[in-house]
Each structure stands twice: as C-alpha cells, then as structure tokens.
C-alpha cells in the first residue's frame, strides 16, 4: 500500500491561500462550464465576486484565461501545466506503448489514470474506434474515483486511515441503477480489490460500460496509477473479462515495472 505523505492544512502558516484559490478558479472550467461569467465563476468556487474577478483578471494577465465579453474562458496556455506533468515523468512514452498494445490486442480502450483527490484522472489513454460513453475520455478527464475500476484500484492502495478519510468525505451519486451508493458497501469492495489485485466497475458510472483496472508500480515498488481496459457489456461479458483481459492486464503491469525504474 501507499505509504502516507504529509499534507498542509489550510491554516498552516507555509499554505499559500492565494495560490489554491488561483488553481480552485482554473479548475472550475470543465466540459460543461467551458465559458463562464464572473458571477458564474464565484458560484463555482464559493468565492465573492471582488475576489473571484482579481483570480480572473490575474490568469488573464498571464495567458490562462481568456476574457470575451463578459465571459471568460481557459486559454491554450493552461496545457502546459498539464504538459509538465507528462513531462517529468519519464515514463510516459513506456506507458502509452503498453496502452497502445492492450489495444492492439483486445480492440479495446486502456488508460493510465492517477488519483487526484477524490477522482481518478487520465493522464495517458489509448482509444479503440468505438465509443463508450456520453462524455469523451481524453488525457485530463477526471470521473470519481468510486465509481470507476481505475480509481478503486487505486483507493485500494491507500493506507487504513486515508481510506476512511476518503469514505467519510466522499458524496456517493447515483448515476446508473448499479451504482453502490452505500459507503460501507463501497469499503466491502475496495478491501476485496486489495487483496484480489484487480478491480471490476460493471455500469456503475454509465450504462453499458464494464471495466477492469490493476495497480502499475515501477521497480523500485513506487505506485504510478492504475492500468485499465474499458468495453461495453453487451459486447463483451464478465467470463470474457476475467478469463482473457485480466490476464493481459496483469502482463502489462508486470512489462511496466520491469521496464520503469
């Protein structure tokens, strides 16, 4: 399991305010907020309208945000922040051949996919031709990470008292008629994902989508995001899954820690 790392309070002295608001601003734009207003903006991230505009203003001045009309929108300039994590990690070009071989060899999409608070976000992907869900998935989506294999693989990794942070935080949707909105179900699940090494999200976060997820470690054991295949259930079924994708998964992740020091 991962080994637990401190992490500042909001009120200790070395926590930059400013700089989590400026971020908390950035991160309000998503696929269905990709152009807001001031006022719009403030109701996103809980802040005033006086200090939700010098955010916005201040990411304007550096080249993160653009600003038409009354609306203001993220500018090209924000994937660089995403590019210096792809880029100081040098194990990404290993990855995303791994993926393109599960691909290859199941027809399936496989991502690489990270915790990142309480979500799971892609930070390599291989797509097959078909579509899977309503949303598109692409480096940078975030889904809960309850609710995917991706992110349950890696909830399993945490240590006992983060995982019950998590669980007494999260809010669990009900997106499908198969989502487990109940916590101490959701436990039960992510201890068994522990100790089996592999998590099943079968149309939990959308109908008609089934997937499987493993941890990827390097070689010296460091936890670097879970490996998944994503397919639809009418297509391919749970014996499938287990028989044929687990085993294949399982290979990829064993390749990734030979390969990546």
Avoid at 85 to 103: G, H, K, M, P, W
Wanted: charge should be neutral; hydrophobic fraction near 40%; aromatic fraction near 6%.
């Amino acid at each position: 399991m991962a080994q637990e790392e401190e992490v500042l309070s909001p009120d200790d002295r070395d926590f930059v305010t400013a700089l989590a608001s400026g971020l908390e601003v950035i991160l309000a734009f998503d696929e269905t907020h990709s152009r807001m207003t001031l006022s719009e903006v403030a109701s996103r991230t809980g802040m005033n309208r006086a200090r939700a505009r010098r955010f916005l203003l201040t990411l304007h001045a550096l080249g993160y945000v653009r600003k038409q009309g009354r609306n203001f929108e993220l500018a090209p300039r924000v994937l660089q922040l995403g590019y210096a994590f792809l880029s100081a990690n040098n194990y990404r070009s290993v990855i995303q051949q791994v993926l393109e071989d599960i691909t290859a060899e199941s027809g399936e999409s496989s991502s690489l996919g990270v915790l990142d608070g309480d979500e799971v976000t892609y930070v390599a992907r291989s797509s097959a031709r078909h579509r899977l869900m309503a949303i598109t998935l692409s480096v940078g989506t975030r889904l809960p990470a309850a609710h995917t294999s991706m992110g349950r693989a890696l909830l399993a990794q945490l240590p006992d008292a983060e995982l019950d942070a998590f669980l007494e935080r999260v809010t669990l949707e009900r997106y499908t008629d198969k989502t487990v909105t109940d916590k101490a179900a959701l436990k039960k699940c992510i201890l068994k994902v522990r100790q089996q090494g592999y998590a099943i999200a079968d149309q939990e976060l959308d109908s008609g989508l089934r997937s499987l997820a493993v941890p990827a470690f390097d070689a010296n054991g460091k936890l670097l995001g879970a490996i998944n295949i994503s397919t639809n259930a009418a297509r391919v079924d749970l014996d499938t899954l287990m028989k044929e994708y687990l085993p294949l998964l399982q290979q990829k992740a064993r390749d990734i820690r030979a390969t990546v020091s």
